[in-house]
């Protein structure tokens, strides 16, 4: 199986780069806002990627909150 594949921001880009990364065969693991980002990364420790999808204005408090693993 392919590595995992993190998506915080559930919108349209989201579920663009999901599909294809499915379609890849990687496991993605959708993120929201709401959820505790760092009880998220203790379940998925080591994603090959993560993909921040969320709105710009929302960016940079997304980015402040990202653990630094």
């Not at 989201?14 to 929201?32: D, E, K, N, Q, S």
């Not at 709401?34 to 999808?53: F, K, R, Y």
């Amino acid at each position: 199986m392919k590595q995992t594949i993190d998506i915080i921001g559930i919108g349209e880009l989201a579920t663009v780069f999901a599909r294809g990364f499915l379609c890849c065969g990687h496991p993605v693991y959708p993120i929201t806002r709401a959820m505790n980002l760092d009880e998220e990364c203790q379940q998925i420790p080591s994603p090959q990627l993560v993909l921040v999808t969320v709105q710009e204005t929302e960016l940079h408090s997304m980015l402040a909150q990202l653990p630094k693993a």
